[in-house]
């Protein structure tokens, strides 16, 4: 069997994917980001590359034609010419690399999400053992990548080939157009093969993504004495379970601040169960705002009183309120007579029982 054989068939848990994160290993395509970077370059010389090529033939005439003539030292002109036009350089092309360098973390952002770690530049010395080089050159993984690269150059040979052939006829008349028009037809033509290139490298890009991350949970794939031994390790975690019980406690405080009051009533058993009560007319039936046992019934208790929330003993009602609704539930038809003799006696004590017992008993005895 498979478990008797220690197979990995179970999914990765989530602290196994989050550990392998922590380590840098993710799932992550270079064929993605090569072409979303290759995409972005295209599309940025498309936008910017009159200025560009304008902005370094400026740059060319003013460096070359100003040139001194007899100057005695050419090296006297020539250093300061080139700090100028490095300089005008890297004010035309430096937006326009950062531009690509956004690109490409935003790129990669994509596929792995926010994500700083050191571990893979930690040495690891198993790299540098010619077996395990080989063994991965030789493996299922490592015949894959080969593969996958003869076809991608395949793949772009042939379509080079097919629009080349497309264009056979306005390829050969080059020779018989003037040096604009000849330009203007290899431009269009290189274009176009730019642009199938681009888009077939994109979609073998999200293939391979696709593939990585299925990839990527295979690896990390678990027996299932894996899985049990690690669901024990954190259940029996102190620390751990410390945490969840604070958080359980916050959040159960949180709503005991916020919903009792609110409250029209508390039913109490009187001491161990605490039951919040509260009944609009558009619910149709009185809804559990809040309940607690032992010291969170005491909390109940205590911020019920502090806001002059009416407080009755029932401890039958309130043991079978809190076992048998959930907070934020309305109560069930059985308890609807209890609830409301409870309530239209809140609504005497406050002068509201003309005005609500009419509203209140009828909606809850449909």
């Not at 090529?53 to 090296?75: C, H, I, K």
């Not at 039958?316 to 059985?334: F, H, N, V």
């Amino acid at each position: 069997m498979a478990e008797d054989l220690g197979e990995r068939t179970e999914d990765p848990t989530g602290k196994k994917l989050a550990d392998a994160r922590n380590r840098g290993k993710i799932a992550k395509s270079k064929d993605l980001s090569g072409a979303i970077d290759l995409i972005a370059a295209a599309i940025v010389v498309a936008m910017l590359g009159s200025y560009i090529s304008s902005e370094f033939a400026d740059l060319m005439t003013r460096t070359l034609g100003s040139a001194p003539v007899g100057q005695a030292n050419p090296f006297d002109y020539v250093a300061p010419s080139l700090h100028q036009a490095a300089r005008s350089a890297l004010v035309t092309v430096g937006p326009i690399m950062l531009l690509m360098f956004a690109v490409i973390l935003i790129a990669h952002f994509v596929q792995i999400g926010p994500l700083f770690t050191t571990k893979p530049l930690s040495p690891d010395f198993n790299r540098l053992n010619p077996i395990s080089g080989i063994k991965r050159i030789v493996s299922l993984r490592g015949i894959m990548q080969t593969l996958m690269s003869i076809a991608k150059l395949s793949v772009v040979g042939t379509i080079v080939v097919l629009v080349i052939m497309r264009n056979e006829i306005k390829l050969v008349r080059l020779p018989l157009l003037s040096p604009g028009q000849a330009t203007m037809v290899t431009i269009a033509v290189l274009i176009e093969i730019l642009a199938w290139v681009l888009t077939i490298l994109f979609v073998i890009g999200v293939i391979d993504y696709l593939y990585q991350k299925w990839q990527h949970k295979k690896d990390l794939r678990m027996t299932k004495q894996e899985v049990k031994d690690e669901f024990k390790s954190l259940e029996g975690d102190p620390e751990l379970k410390r945490r969840r019980f604070r958080m359980a406690q916050e959040v159960a405080m949180q709503r005991v601040n916020t919903e009792v009051p609110d409250a029209d009533v508390i039913v109490t058993n009187p001491t161990h169960f605490s039951v919040a009560i509260r009944y609009k007319n558009e619910w149709g039936a009185p809804r559990v705002v809040a309940k607690g046992a032992d010291q969170l019934a005491m909390r109940i208790r205590f911020v019920a009183m502090a806001n002059g929330v009416p407080i009755v003993e029932r401890p039958p009602l309130a043991r079978a309120l809190y076992w048998g609704t959930k907070e934020g539930d309305l109560i069930s038809e059985e308890h609807y007579e209890a609830v409301a003799e409870i309530l239209a006696y809140v609504y005497r004590l406050d002068g509201r029982a003309a005005e609500m017992r009419a509203q209140a008993q009828p909606a809850m005895a449909n």
